[in-house]
Antibody, heavy 121, light 110 residues
Framework: EVQLVESGGGLVKPGGSLRLSCVVSGFTLSSYSMHWVRQAPGKGLEWVSS????????YYADSMKGRFTISRDNAKNSLYLQMNSLRAEDTGVYYC??????????????WGQGTMVTVFS | QSALTQPASVSGSPGQSITISCTGTTSDVGGYNYVSWYQRHPGKVPKLMIY???NRPSGVSNRFSGSKSGNTASLTISGLQAEDEADYYCSSSTSTNTLIFGGGTKVTVL
């Protein structure tokens, strides 16, 4: 069964850091682009970051650029999101998702259940 | 970059057809055929319904169809069923190598 399981969320103060992990199973991680998407409480979906299967192409939403870093360890079947300089507006559920096609910012066909990040003072 | 514009809500009776619009600009919807649609039931993760404007992933009912005209993409649900009641989100690739979602549309089956 294809599955994505996120972890690493929690409570953090503004300016703090968190590292999210997404462990995948049921498919070969190195063959797919991978992505992070978030949803703030009561809001819609917001794209965070994408990484191509080859890791050659990495993209971030403007508000996360310079603060967030996406990475992957294919040997550990894991995707990561390092989040620094966190702000209250970064609060939300963070989902990892698998890319559906070879185009990096295309569709996402498999989603994890999400991990909650709360930034508060 | 602002979210793509979707109506907040759309409703229809069982058996009817409804259409959800997703309006962007020439820098996203109008310039690329990488428009996707997701269905999301409460408490569930999003499900890919349409990719690259009009393509259905395996297993998605052919009652769901996508199209695009200019800067506006559309998702049409034909033969509306109670199980179609959910939130629907569109997304599009952009000219700056990013991806943008719509604000979401709540579909109600009357």
């Amino acid at each position: 069964e294809v599955q994505l399981v996120e972890s690493g969320g929690g409570l953090v103060k503004p300016g703090g850091s968190l590292r999210l992990s997404c462990v995948v199973s049921g498919f070969t991680l190195s063959s797919y682009s991978m992505h992070w998407v978030r949803q703030a409480p009561g809001k819609g979906l917001e794209w965070v970051s994408s990484m191509s299967s080859s890791t050659s192409f990495i993209y971030y939403a403007d508000s996360m650029k310079g603060r967030f870093t996406i990475s992957r360890d294919n040997a550990k079947n894991s995707l990561y999101l390092q989040m620094n300089s966190l702000r209250a507006e970064d609060t939300g559920v963070y989902y990892c998702a698998r890319g559906y096609s070879g185009y990096v910012t295309d569709a996402f066909d498999i989603w994890g259940q999400g991990t909650m990040v709360t930034v508060f003072s | 970059q602002s979210a793509l514009t979707q109506p907040a809500s759309v409703s229809g009776s069982p058996g009817q057809s409804i259409t959800i619009s997703c309006t962007g600009t020439t820098s996203d919807v109008g310039g690329y055929n990488y428009v996707s649609w997701y269905q999301r039931h409460p408490g569930k993760v999003p499900k890919l319904m349409i990719y690259e404007v009009r393509n259905r992933p395996s297993g998605v009912s052919n009652r769901f169809s996508g199209s695009k005209s200019g800067n506006t993409a559309s998702l049409t649900i034909s033969g509306l069923q109670a199980e179609d009641e959910a939130d629907y989100y569109c997304s599009s690739s952009t000219s700056t190598n990013t991806l943008i979602f719509g604000g979401g549309t709540k579909v109600t089956v009357l």
